[in-house]
């Protein structure tokens, strides 16, 4: 009788629990703090294949004693794959991630990383820089991420007080970066740079709020990349590039230009010209004696107000130019209104309520998915078109005009007799001369009412009585008379 045949055992293969042991070594480096997980992260995403590459080489051993010992080599198993499939899977997630910017991902996002706790611990450094100002100069300030506030010095001094916040997993390497980025000027000839020089640093979450006091007199460029930027008291011209902050200017004798990235910006007080273009959020401009030209996408609203000169505004939606803007003006995406514009008016736009008073001098205004209300003060010549809209006119009560109005598919109002109203299918015309006829009036819609209104009278001040010779006379006093009482009135 033949004895049975012994088939040697399947030997367990030891990868799996070696490659899990150096994986154990790399976290238990991190929970003890001799690696920081950024570094355990940047480590992995580089050199993950080396894990496969020692499961391939034990699995290779392990065959080959396998064969000397005449036993079946061990395979892989269930669990072997799984983990083989996770370390792969997750070794290219890591190494893609590795690739990315975050900072520049937190930027566009308008994220600050400095509170995130996956981006270590925050340390404060306070600094002051100061340094003779050369006269006549102009400043240029550089700065990647941080507030830039800019004032008047007294003499001829630059003064920078600065505030860095550094992002770091340790003291020790937060002083690193502090060292390594430390606020520069330099000085060539009457240009005077000065520079917040995070950059430095490498690739570190560094903040740099910096105070910056200059003579008045002397002109001022910043670009921040991220950041606000203030600037009061200058009697020279400012240019200021932005991206994700808030620009505020105040106080400027001379012209101001802004390039806008995401930014918004406030303009109060400036003598010369405001020019504002890029991809900006809320703009809000007021009392300026120059003009004002805005280019570029305005994404959340424009207020203007006391505008002394020309206001150009040129969007995706919207052209508009006019002379002078006495009152305010509010512009969001589905709605223009504004008072005290002195004309030409020209205004092309689409999709947007526009609701115009107290205008004077000539109007050209073209409008289409939204209603349309004139207000005149002083009548010029006016060409109002519209579509898929209603358009009313309101006129001075004694202006003359011929007037020649057409609609499809609507009808036509008018409060002045002397325009005669014609409809025939879906077609009306309205024509006429009121008063002199001075004034040329041209108002053509589609889908669409149009109304021409009278405006109210304005009662006329009446002159001053004239002076007589040697100054005015004192008044004869007389009894005071009894007083009716006064009647409360609402609010």
């Known amino acids: 009788m033949s004895s049975p045949v012994v088939v040697p055992r399947r030997r367990r293969s030891f990868a799996g629990p070696v490659v899990l042991i150096l994986l154990g070594i790399f976290f238990l480096l991190g929970t003890m703090g001799v690696l920081h997980w950024e570094h355990i992260g940047q480590l992995f995403a580089k050199f993950w294949p080396l894990f496969l590459i020692v499961w391939g080489i034990i699995k290779l051993l392990e065959y080959q004693q396998a064969q000397r010992e005449g036993a079946r080599a061990p395979g892989i198993g269930a669990g072997g794959v799984f983990l083989v499939i996770c370390l792969i899977v997750f070794g290219l997630i890591a190494t893609q991630a590795a690739r990315v910017n975050w900072h520049g991902v937190a930027d566009e996002i308008n994220l600050d990383t400095g509170d995130i706790p996956l981006f270590g611990n925050t340390y404060t450094y306070n600094d002051e820089l100061s340094q003779s100002f050369p006269a006549g100069g102009n400043l240029r300030i550089l700065n990647d991420r941080g507030t830039v506030n800019v004032s008047s010095s007294d003499g001829d001094v630059i003064k920078v007080v600065i505030r860095k916040k550094v992002g770091a997993y340790d003291q020790k390497t937060a002083d690193k970066y502090n060292s390594e980025s430390k606020p520069q000027i330099t000085i060539s000839g009457n240009d005077v740079t000065l520079n917040a020089n995070a950059s430095s640093a490498g690739d570190h979450s560094i903040t740099t709020d910096m105070d910056v006091s200059i003579p008045r007199k002397a002109a001022v460029s910043i670009a921040a990349k991220r950041g606000d930027v203030n600037i009061t008291g200058r009697d ?159 006129v001075p009560m004694k202006a003359g005009f011929q007037l020649d109005a057409r609609v499809h598919d609507g009808e036509i109002q008018s409060d002045f007799p002397e325009v005669k109203v014609e409809s025939r299918d879906e077609q009306s015309t309205a024509s006429g001369t009121v008063g002199n006829g001075g004034s040329r009036v041209v108002v053509t819609n589609e889908h669409g009412t149009i109304e021409l209104r009278k405006g109210t009278a304005v009662a006329a001040v009446p002159p001053a009585p004239p002076v007589p010779p040697g100054g005015p006379k004192a008044p004869r006093l007389s009894a005071p008379k009894e007083k009716p009482p006064v009647e409360p009135t609402e609010n």
């Not at 105040?250 to 230009?257: F, S």
């Not at 959020?281 to 107000?305: C, P, R, Y």
């Open 236 to 394: 020279a011209n400012l240019d200021v590039a932005n991206q994700h902050g808030d620009v505020s200017i105040e106080d400027v004798t001379g012209n101001a230009a802004l390039n806008l990235v995401h930014s918004s910006a406030r303009v109060e007080r400036v003598t010369g010209d405001v020019a504002i273009d890029g991809h900006a959020n809320d703009v809000s401009i007021s009392d300026v004696k120059g003009a004002v030209h805005l280019t570029g996408d305005f994404m959340e609203s424009v207020k203007l107000s006391k505008i002394a000169k020309t206001v150009t505004f040129k969007s995706a939606r919207t052209d508009m130019e006019f002379s002078s803007l006495d009152g305010d003006l509010d512009l969001d995406s589905g709605d223009l209104r504004a008072n005290g514009m002195t004309g030409p008016l020209r205004l092309l736009t689409r999709s947007k309520d526009v609701r115009l008073a107290e205008v004077s001098g000539d109007v050209r205004l073209d409008d289409e998915n939204g209603s349309v209300e004139v207000g005149l003060t002083k009548l010029g010549n006016v060409q109002i078109q519209n579509r898929k809209g209603d358009i009313q006119i309101t």
